[in-house]
């Protein structure tokens, strides 16, 4: 079992893969369980899931998985893990949030602010799955514990 999560090909594609996903969501991460970035912080992020009638304990996992997950994935472990639960918490906030919006982004202003389509996320859930099939590629600590 540990081969299937820890297995990587050992290229270059794992890692750039692992990088930018860590880049880009960290700081979305960081805006609900440290305030940064502008962001309210777990207590206001945790009511604003409730109101989407997510409970506090999934609430958390996906605080932390947007948080935590990242730094994992910068030093390549867990990827497999990772990127899976990542997947959920992407599916959940296309469903929850965005879904209604349409799938452009608001780039032009036409929708009301913070209000976004979701095409970020099924650009973040490709570049999940893809990293689910390679794993956590060249310097990870993945390839260290697949030997």
Known sequence: MANLIFRTDGGLVGLLLRLTVAIVIFP???QKLFGWFG???PAPTLQFFKSLGIPTALGWLGILTESV???L???GLGTRVVALLLAGVMVSAALLVHKDVGFFMNWGGQHQPGREGF???ILALGTLAALMVTGGGTWSLDALLAR
Do not use: D, I, K, S
Request: aromatic share 14%; no cysteine; glycine share 26%.
């Open 119 to 121: 095409e970020y996320h």
């Open 28 to 30: 979305h991460g960081a």
């Open 69 to 71: 997950g990242p730094v």
């Open 73 to 75: 994935l910068v030093l």
């Open 39 to 41: 962001g309210y912080g």
